[in-house]
């Protein structure tokens, strides 16, 4: 909401509560696992790819190209490879990049890079834009889904309109076509969230056209489709209508009579963005009966959109740092009402939380300050609402399902050192399908040649031995189809140990 305090940098400790613990896999979670291929369109309440199989956006938000830097925060401290292929592992499907107008002007510069070691190498003399294509182009090989989100108009903070005396409209809608255009055929990137929380004296459904956030969705929405039809169209709330107030553009009520209307059907997801008690104290946090009372004041607002099968809502936004119990009780209930994958599997809400990035200084991010270390707690809350990833590629074949006649169950397993600072480090183990039927489960296994001892471990759980360390699927990765692969990864100390071998077995 107020994104202004969410770029002060923040350092958290606190005793939190235990997460929620991933649920058992159903069969109808493993039949989407090579879901997502092609560009997507949605269908009354989901939102299907190009074979028309349903999908489920859970995935993070990365910003940074919205502020003074130009660019994606964090590449003072990491490679953008290694923070993608951790996004991955950890289970995340969909990167949110906020922007600003900014970034289109010829003069701007990207800054705060560090290319020392070989960190980030190919970003080297680049603008921002060719930066965004590097990033785009990097999550689609890693089976990411990437949405382009129109934060700001300048790098210097929000504005309630979509447009202000710096940034008309017609910019706004340019800016917009600009990256329709350049991004035509890579699909990648399968939407744009039009603007960022267009709040008072924004309205919905008011008929002036200098305020009504639908109307104006509805114009910037139809030009983005006239250069690529292909394009989903994320449309957020606004903060008030009829009198009734919600959180910057979490209240979408306003669609029940007042829907977006775009010249090519089958395009619309709206967005809600919802926050706890560390962004700002709502109504509802005091309210005797809290949290039973949210799932009603999340339907009123924007839930109903769903149950009613009038669109697919993903909700854009949402983060807290877990510092107080209210937060925590809070995001335990907004998860649960998310509704879990293995019950539901993509008939269910979407979602990108706030934020991959650990300086937003009210919420905190999944990573802890130095850039390198999950916050497994905070990440726990959200194992029961992640789903699966992506065919590699952005626009390649979803694979074959499976031998229905039986076949050889077989799996390799590649393991990668992403960083090594001498007292720890990171890595990553690909486990890829070499056989000629699907898998149900693997279990990967190493021997290191020093004293070598995972720290945590996330997407598997694992038993140490010694030096022995053996690796089982986590219940949301476990079936992979022939040809398919699935990642988990780990931190572990001390450092200096290389990549062992290791060996898989599948069944």
Not at 110 to 118: C, H, L, R, V
Not at 206 to 231: I, K, S, Y
Not at 255 to 263: E, I, R
Not at 382 to 410: C, E, I, Q, R, Y
Request: hydrophobic letters at 40%; a negative charge; proline letters at 5%.
């Amino acid at each position: 909401m107020f994104r202004s305090l969410r770029r002060a940098l923040c350092a958290v400790a606190a005793a939190l509560l235990l997460p929620l613990g991933a649920l058992t896999a159903q069969p109808a979670q493993a039949a989407e696992a090579a879901a997502g291929a092609g560009y997507w369109h949605t269908s009354g309440r989901q939102i299907l790819d190009e074979a028309g199989q349903p999908v489920r956006i859970a995935g993070i938000n990365w910003f940074g190209f919205e502020t003074g830097n130009y660019v994606l925060h964090g590449l003072w401290s990491r490679d953008y490879k290694s923070m993608i292929d951790q996004m991955k592992t950890l289970g995340y499907n969909t990167i949110r990049i906020p922007f600003s107008d900014d970034i289109f002007k010829p003069g701007t510069v990207p800054n705060s890079i560090d290319f020392s070691s070989g960190k980030n190498a190919d970003l080297q003399g680049l603008n921002s834009l060719q930066i965004l294509d590097k990033i785009v182009s990097y999550a689609g090989q890693d089976g990411l889904k990437v949405i382009l989100d129109r934060h700001r108009p300048d790098s210097g903070g929000q504005s309630a309109l979509w447009y202000t005396s710096a940034v008309p409209e017609s910019t706004w809608i340019a800016n917009l076509r600009n990256l329709a255009t350049r991004y035509l055929g890579q699909d990648t990137v399968v939407g744009i969230d039009l603007h960022n929380e267009p709040h008072d004296p924004a309205c919905w459904g008011c008929g002036d056209a200098t305020r009504d956030w639908r109307l104006a969705a509805q114009r910037a929405g139809n030009a983005v489709l006239a250069v690529n039809p292909e394009l989903l169209i994320f449309v957020e709330g606004v903060q008030t209508y009829n009198g009734v107030s919600g959180w910057w553009g979490g209240n979408l009520m306003g669609v029940a009579d007042h829907p977006v209307q775009l010249n090519v059907a089958n395009r619309v997801v709206y967005s809600a963005h919802d926050y706890a008690t560390s962004v700002a104290q709502q109504s509802w946090f005091s309210d005797p009966a809290f949290p039973a009372n949210m799932p009603g004041i999340w339907d009123k607002y924007w839930g109903y959109i769903f149950k009613q099968n009038i669109a697919p809502v993903w909700v854009g936004e949402f983060g807290t740092t877990l510092q107080s119990t209210v937060d925590q009780r809070w995001l335990a209930a907004l998860v649960d009402y998310l509704r879990p994958t293995s019950t539901y599997g993509s008939d269910s809400f979407h979602w990108t939380f706030w934020s991959w990035n650990p300086n937003s200084g009210d919420t905190g991010g999944i990573l802890k300050d130095d850039w390198q270390t999950v916050d497994t707690v905070k990440d726990g809350y959200l194992a029961s609402v992640k789903a699966p990833g992506f065919p590699a590629g952005g626009g390649s074949d979803p694979g074959d399902p499976g031998d229905p006649g039986g076949g050889t169950a077989a799996c390799t397993a590649a393991y990668t050192v992403s960083s090594d600072w001498g007292g720890g480090f990171n890595a990553e183990v690909k486990v890829t399908n070499t056989g000629t039927t699907a898998i149900s489960s693997w279990k990967v296994t190493w021997t290191w040649s020093g004293s070598q001892r995972v720290t945590s471990m996330w997407n598997a759980s694992y038993t140490q031995t010694g030096s022995t360390v053996t690796a089982s699927n986590a219940s949301h990765n476990g079936s992979v189809a022939a040809g398919g692969s699935a990642s988990f990864g780990f931190g572990g100390a001390p450092g200096g140990g290389g990549a062992p071998s290791v060996s898989c077995t599948a069944a």
